[in-house]
């Protein structure tokens, strides 16, 4: 009875379907992901900061505002700094980038602030053959 038991256990863990808290459909062809967001660049990433001030304790949708340096505007308007609010990591769907690191970035906006998330995130290669729009002139 007992290897049984065991026998059934390790079969269900051999089945089972791993856990994952964000969950993306498979990426589109660059065009028509760009013609449903409301912005896209490729750019490096700087740094973050909490949008709110942190607390004795966190979590993974915490809101962070994350800093890149636009290197090619495909849609949107900004300069060449840009902030983008996205949770806190990729438990939740946040951004998952290290400083210094190029990424493609599919925008919306949502009240007048640019947010993005990991399913919207891009290898900065995504976008080749897209042409670039000019950036603005503020930073």
Known sequence: ?????????????LVAPKASACSCIPWGKPKA????????FVGVYLG????????PTYSSVDPYLY????????????GKKVE??????????????????RVGLLLRRVKGR????????????????IPSRRLASCA
């Open 114 to 129: 640019w947010e993005s998330n990991l399913c919207s995130q891009r290898s900065a290669g995504f976008f080749r053959g």
């Open 84 to 101: 983008v609010r996205s949770t806190r990591d990729g438990a939740s769907c946040g951004l998952e980038v290290v400083r210094g690191q």
């Open 1 to 13: 009875m007992k290897l049984v038991l065991l026998s059934l256990a390790a079969a269900v863990a």
């Open 33 to 40: 992901e760009l013609a449903r967001a409301n912005g896209a």
């Open 67 to 78: 800093k890149f340096r636009v290197e090619r505007r495909l849609k949107g308007t900004f």
């Open 48 to 55: 973050r900061r909490p949008l709110n001030p942190p607390g």
